[in-house]
């Protein structure tokens, strides 16, 4: 209750608000002092199709600025009973039969959105990947390329320019059958298309093997403290002129960091979790040897514990 000015009684009483009315009406005298009143509280109706549905949300979508018609369209559902079934039926064979120019890029948007579900990719790294495939396709010269390797390779770009890179591999296990060939290809397909339309070099971003540790470590259930350590190793790896890529480095640290602790992982776990094949791990593991002493933190491992070291 709140108190309000009644003319009837000439003084402030307290006041009741009917919201099914709108009405704000004297608790004294049953005066209407206001009446139809905008309630700004939220609406919680439901406008659902199903009876079952209990979604408060009366609003569509966001807009979407890559779609000719804003995402804003209207589309006719299929009927849920009897009744109304032959004009519902009859509008969506009228609607099938108009052209949709964005049915195409919604498609792919929508699978675009499940591949960056299921890697778990913020929803940055999604509208980057749906902003270069909206460009490729602007071009019109990805017709009769490799949909989903196409789709893939745009996440992928994405990841690498939005500083969260992923794996080849990574991307290939969501990618709807698309080998890590097709990926490669469609890739530097997409690249120089971009460049061709803006002139100029597309920004990938650099690669570093501190990108894949935390994620790497967390597939083998590493602890705090030994994921704490090859997040060291490898930063300071990258003083040194070591020929692999990336992420066989970072495979190569793990190995390493968990041969000195109590938990240690088989190669093969390791190559399973980090997509590395056990002969790389081998090679990088090599290459890294003679610099592990300037490389693994001091407080993790004791110079007699790096002795102990399987010897390449």
Same mark, same amino acid.
């Given at each position: ?44 109706? /439901? +406008? ?25 369209? /209207? ?10 079934? +032959? ?18 890029? #919604?498609?792919? +948007?929508? /699978? ?23 460009? @490729? ?32 591999? =990574? ?26 339309? *803006?002139? !100029?070099? @597309?920004?990938?971003? *650099? ?8 994620? +790497? ?16 190793? @490898? ?13 066989? #480095?970072?495979?190569?640290? #793990?190995?390493?960091?968990? !041969? ?17 094949? =056990? ?24 110079? =007699? ?8």
């Amino acid at each position: 209750m709140a108190d309000a000015f009644c003319s009837d009684c000439k003084r402030h009483t307290e006041v009741v608000f009917d919201h099914s009315a709108g009405d704000t009406v004297c608790s004294e005298c049953g005066l209407v002092l206001e009446s139809h009143s905008i309630d700004e509280t939220s609406e919680w109706r /439901t +406008f659902a199709n199903e009876s079952g549905d209990n979604d408060p949300v009366r609003v569509g979508g966001p807009t979407n600025p890559l779609l000719a018609d804003g995402g804003l369209s /209207t589309v006719i559902a299929k009927p849920n009973g009897a009744s109304g079934e +032959f004009l519902s039926s009859s509008l969506g064979r009228w609607q099938n039969r108009g052209s949709n120019p964005d049915r195409g890029l #919604i498609l792919a +948007f929508k /699978t675009i959105a499940t591949m960056s579900d299921r890697l778990g990719l913020v929803a940055t790294i999604k509208d980057r990947a749906n902003e270069i495939y909206k460009k @490729v396709e602007d071009q019109k010269s990805s017709r009769g390329r490799n949909q989903d390797a196409l789709l893939a390779a745009c996440l992928y770009i994405a990841c690498r320019q939005e500083d969260k890179p992923r794996t080849v591999k =990574e991307i290939c296990s969501v990618a709807n059958g698309a080998t890590k060939k097709e990926i490669g290809r469609a890739k530097e397909y997409i690249v120089k298309q971009l460049g061709l339309e *803006t002139g !100029q070099s @597309v920004e990938m971003g *650099t690669i570093h093997a501190g990108d894949f540790m935390r994620r +790497f470590c967390s597939n083998l259930g590493m602890n705090n403290q030994a994921v704490k350590a090859a997040q060291e190793a @490898v930063q300071k790896s990258e003083e040194f002129d070591i020929r692999r890529s990336p992420i066989s #480095i970072a495979a190569a640290v #793990i190995y390493i960091i968990t !041969q000195l602790s109590d938990d240690k992982k088989p190669l093969r776990d390791i190559s399973v979790a980090t997509g590395v094949a =056990e002969g790389t791990i081998r090679n990088s593991y090599k290459d890294l040897y003679p610099h592990v002493s300037k490389i693994i933190p001091n407080w993790y491992a004791k110079e =007699e514990d790096l002795k102990n070291l399987i010897s390449p």
